[in-house]
């Protein structure tokens, strides 16, 4: 293996999409609480989530890129990631997955593109990991999909 190799982990989310991220951007994985619902927001933003006096929006990708409603699944904890963007509003967002997240240090030698498989908007590269495939995000898009969503969304009040 490569001597620049990244820290990096494959995350099982709960409509089975797996998404190869860098370590560094993952802030904590947390149990699965219930979120708090947010009126007039697409199926792919699940709710908000309450984290260190924070609320970061809790999206699942897979709904987003047409794999199913995302009703059927519940996460068992989430990815609490930090936004790369530093795009007003948004400071974080968590990823609801179905299992943990599975640490790999991988070189460029190790990811080759998988041919077959279109890739989502919210993903850069589709990539074949041995037996496993996997899609690489595409943080900005993702990010700024995410902020003009939630320009215009307001978090339901529980009371």
Known sequence: MAMNAV???LVELI???HWLIPQAILAEI???DPLQPMSGAPTWIRGRLAWRGQQPVVIEPGVFCGLGAGEEALANRYAVIYAL???PGLT???LP???IPHPMRLGAEDLIAEPGEE???LEAYRVNLGERQAA???FAALERRLAGQLAGVQTTSST
């Open 85 to 87: 963007e530093h795009l």
């Open 7 to 9: 820290g990096s982990l």
């Open 30 to 32: 947390v149990p699965a």
């Open 92 to 94: 974080y967002y968590a």
């Open 15 to 17: 409509s089975h999409r």
């Open 136 to 138: 690489i995000p595409d």
């Open 119 to 121: 890739a989502c908007e």
């Open 97 to 99: 997955l179905a299992a």
